[in-house]
């Protein structure tokens, strides 16, 4: 429901409606600058051509030099999304299942459910504060499972998971023979330190994106790392499918991990302060919800609440929101998205919290 | 193995030696510097962000015009190989199989390998001048045959299938409910006028890019033309894949389609003259060949050669080809990609004649 929320999002606004926009994880803040002139300076200098479906050299072997990996780990996707399906599509037959902690983000499970394979949801709660706990996790997996993803920090949840759950997660996949994929999308730009797959060994795989942490959410560009042969078989599949990232783009990207630190702290503080701002509106309200470790997710309760009508409803005084059940059996609960200016989020959320039933 | 000389290739130039490359689709001719501006003027302005997994509005409402069909009919994707590839994805399952005339572009067959399905190969021959045999292409259909795919005008040989082949083909196609995908991607440049398959009502598929005819080959955008209901199924692949086209990418290909004809016909003509160069210089070789009907290839044949070889021993020399084997049983051919200028062009082909064996 959450592609049909936003498209009649969109219909409203080509009607003249004014929308406050919470639905969708894409950043009102423009892409920076220095980015959009690299990737014209590429352009301009012929960068418009055929280009390895591995990646720019130059752009693998600073992704490699920041992960500590060999340039043969490194592999430049049409976007992370790009590297998820086509590690699914590689990785996963019908008949073998994937494991998720849910609330997660639609494309795991739409990508797993296209290539054939069964969905395994660790569901968890707001009430012990969306800890993903391992045993349960374990429970999951039988010899079928071929695939364990990890997203911390959390689309929607916005919760990072800690370090000591991360290693046993990872511990008990090894002692399983499950591959992790670990999308860190959010990583960069976390309130909290994150801990990284690549922090318990290459065995597993990362996947990362420039859309959330350099502001590039339509230049799709993203990347994982992976084991050598691995990566040889996803560039094959780029190959045939999706033939390269644009070069000019990619030294678009080059250009972003110049500044990555600094561009990062710029998301970072201003997000900070929407997250506050929402806080304070939120915590007067009768939702209930938890501190977010991230950018940029709210993803509050309201007991009994069906959060398809309610975001329906809401579109209707023009605030859009993303219901619960995009993301899982979490009919109560709805996603707030704070990719707003703070005065647009104190006018949105207050539209909201009158629209509660 | 055509990617495999591709990368030894670039190895050998980045050791420092100096490669005519004959071996790639890829034109020398810079993208048109209105479409640059155009994107750069679109990023500057903020289409940075997600943007519709259908296309821009814009962009398929300008599709729809030139095609004579419907807005609900286009979508724009990233590149046509993508195109196809969704295509493959979503309208073959194991067991069932895709006929295509051969020598045929290497994806077609490796896209429909890797989800699973046959393929079924017309094999076509020189002494023919490349004809498609309606009846011979009957003769492979069976009711495990999901798809048909045209490529005219072809890679690797350049020609055009004629019109009333083309309208028999169609009527075999349709009285045994197959689908035609249709590859025009070398249409608009064509040296002759060559039937596109709207011209036989909307029950197919057109795929076409600005890859070729926009000289836009590292920007990847194509285009398919589908029925309405195979358009949403595309759209909703797009979702959960490739996301979309970047929006600043799409205003770069409207802009190419302002001046769609004057630039079609820049192309067409410098591509006649280095066609007319090579054909002068091959014609006093032993190589047979017939003459091409489009840009950008020839494809010779030569008594008794192993193309293989013949192309990794050519590289030593510091000319690059694609092998035969490459398009199909085609071991002693090769195709030659008139995709650099006049003057590389005869040293190039002067190289590669000395070479024959």
């Known amino acids: 429901m959450l592609y049909e929320i936003n498209e009649k999002a969109i219909q409203l606004e080509n009607q003249g409606k004014r929308i406050i926009k919470f639905n969708l994880g894409d950043p009102d803040l423009p892409t920076p600058p220095e980015i959009v002139e690299a990737a014209y300076n590429a352009m301009k200098q012929g960068k418009t051509k055929y280009s390895s479906?591995?990646?720019?050299?130059?752009?693998?072997?600073?992704?490699?030099?920041?992960?500590?990996?060999?340039l043969d780990n490194v592999v430049v996707t049409?976007?992370?999304?790009?590297?998820?399906?086509?590690?699914?599509?590689?990785?996963?037959?019908?008949?073998?299942?994937v494991v998720v902690p849910s609330p997660h983000w639609t494309?795991?499970?739409?990508?797993?459910?296209?290539?054939?394979?069964?969905?395994?949801?660790?569901?968890?709660?707001?009430?012990?504060?969306?800890?993903?706990?391992?045993?349960?996790?374990?429970?999951?997996?039988?010899?079928?499972?071929?695939?364990?993803i990890l997203n911390s920090p959390n689309n929607p949840t916005s919760k990072v998971i800690d370090d000591k759950t991360f290693g046993e997660i990872v511990s008990i996949a090894k002692s399983k023979g499950v591959k992790i994929l670990s999308d860190e999308v959010y990583s960069d730009i976390s309130f909290v330190k994150a801990k990284s797959i690549l922090d318990f060994g290459e065995d597993n795989i990362l996947v990362n994106g420039f859309s959330k942490s350099f502001l590039m959410t339509g230049w799709r560009i993203g990347y994982a790392i992976v084991e050598k042969e691995l990566a040889k078989r996803m560039i094959k599949l780029n190959q045939i499918t999706t033939t390269c990232v644009p070069a000019f783009i990619q030294y678009g990207a080059l250009k972003g991990l110049e500044s990555r630190k600094k561009i990062a702290d710029d998301i970072r503080r201003q997000y900070k302060l929407r997250a506050?701002?929402?806080?304070?509106?939120?915590?007067?309200?009768?939702?209930?919800?938890?501190?977010?470790?991230?950018?940029?997710y709210l993803f509050p309760k309201v007991e009994g609440l069906d959060s398809e009508r309610f975001a329906l409803d809401l579109l209707d005084r023009g605030v859009a929101v993303a219901p619960g059940?995009?993301?899982?059996?979490?009919?109560?609960?709805?996603r707030i998205a704070l990719t707003v200016g703070e005065n647009k989020i104190r006018e949105g959320l207050g539209k909201l919290c009158e629209a509660l039933p």
């Open 53 to 70: 479906a591995a990646g720019e050299k130059k752009l693998r072997e600073e992704l490699a030099r920041i992960h500590g990996v060999s």
């Open 78 to 97: 049409t976007g992370s999304k790009w590297a998820i399906f086509s590690l699914m599509f590689l990785l996963l037959r019908k008949g073998e299942n």
């Open 107 to 148: 494309s795991y499970e739409l990508g797993a459910k296209k290539v054939g394979a069964e969905l395994r949801f660790l569901k968890r709660n707001l009430e012990s504060d969306w800890k993903v706990e391992p045993k349960n996790l374990e429970a999951l997996i039988d010899d079928k499972t071929r695939l364990l």
């Open 276 to 296: 506050d701002a929402a806080y304070s509106v939120l915590s007067k309200s009768k939702m209930q919800f938890s501190r977010p470790d991230a950018p940029f």
């Open 325 to 334: 059940t995009a993301f899982g059996d979490y009919r109560e609960y709805f």
